[in-house]
């Protein structure tokens, strides 16, 4: 299995695809990163099309299982951040 893209990687990817200069292109991905991470802290969520939605879950409080000693735990609510991959992507990779 191949390393994941990182930053640097993806910025000059995105530069390349837009015909832009690398600093534009960390621009703009650092926009779309700050845009979707407020939006989904403030409880809405974000659809890129083609992509995903991503959004944010409460969960109930629940009790859990240490898993090296048994012990029954309770565990607060809290929030979990959710990606819904997009039918379109899925397709794309099951050719």
Do not use: H, W
Request: with cysteine.
């Amino acid at each position: 299995m191949a390393k994941p893209m990182t930053k640097t990687q993806l910025v000059a990817a995105l530069a390349e695809e837009m015909g832009a200069e690398k600093k534009a292109a960390a621009q703009a991905l650092d926009a779309v990163t700050a845009i979707i991470t407020r939006e989904v802290e403030a409880g809405g969520s974000v659809t890129l099309p083609g992509i995903g939605k991503f959004y944010c879950r409460e969960r109930p409080e629940r009790m859990v299982r240490n898993p090296a000693t048994g012990e029954q735990i309770k565990k607060e609510a809290d929030k979990v951040v959710k990606v819904t991959v997009a039918k379109a992507l899925k397709d794309s990779v099951n050719g």
